[in-house]
């Protein structure tokens, strides 16, 4: 079994984010190998003068949803940027920004935070899951 | 048992006390203790999870003070 776990990080907004840097510290934990493929407005997120900004929460979060993020936050919960920065210390987690996202939203790989690793295309994400987990956000 | 380091992980939610646990569990030599304190109620089932995918040795896992306690033993 190949137990690379590939994560397709479409969603820009915050929980969507944090959910997606979850599954990829817990899997950098169990020593699994992480790719994450960031596409649209997942790319968007990773803009390195953007990065920590609020980028909202999904409509079904409501102000309920939003009081219950904001509370985690004060309570030490990391920011989704700072668990993925610890997953990729701990383990072997690679970054790839989608080359026709970052097309489409004008941006250079210089514009993106240091913890994207570099640019590629929808087949070298293909290859490079091999036959493990594709996961979609 | 002589704990080489001590990680309290109390207040966070998953995934930190399983990501701090393997942050200081590489910190260490094989053969010693890293003792977690943690209250992410997910924790006993991760730790003992995580401690059986990667090899090291989950010596305790047990509540107190409304805590859970674990005592890894790295492999």
């Not at chain 1, 817990?26 to 953007?50: C, N």
Request: charged share 25%; hydrophobic share 50%.
């Amino acid at each position: 079994m190949d137990e690379t776990v590939s994560i397709v990080l479409f969603s820009g907004t915050d929980d969507k984010l944090a959910a997606a840097a979850t599954l990829a510290a817990g899997a950098a934990a169990l020593g699994r190998p992480v790719k994450i493929f960031l596409q649209y407005w997942g790319l968007e997120a990773f803009r390195a003068d953007r990065i920590m900004s609020d980028h909202g929460l999904v409509p079904e979060a409501g102000a309920a949803g939003r009081a219950a993020v904001d509370a985690a936050a004060k309570a030490g919960q990391a920011h989704w940027a700072e668990t993925l920065r610890m997953a990729k210390e701990l383990g072997e987690v690679d970054i790839q920004a989608c080359s026709a996202s970052m097309d489409l939203l004008k941006l250079k790989q210089a514009d993106l935070d240091p913890m994207v690793d570099g640019v590629e295309g929808v087949a070298a994400f293909y290859i490079n899951a091999g036959e493990g987990q594709i996961i979609f956000i | 048992m002589d704990i080489k380091l001590k990680v309290d992980a109390s207040g966070l939610s998953c995934p930190l006390p399983i990501l701090k646990a393997s942050q200081a569990v590489k910190t260490v030599e094989s053969g010693e203790l890293v003792e977690v304190i943690a209250t992410d109620p997910g924790s006993v089932k991760d730790f003992a999870a995580w401690a059986t995918s990667t090899g090291n040795a989950l010596v305790e896992s047990g509540a107190a003070d409304g805590k859970f306690r674990f005592l890894i033993r790295r492999k």
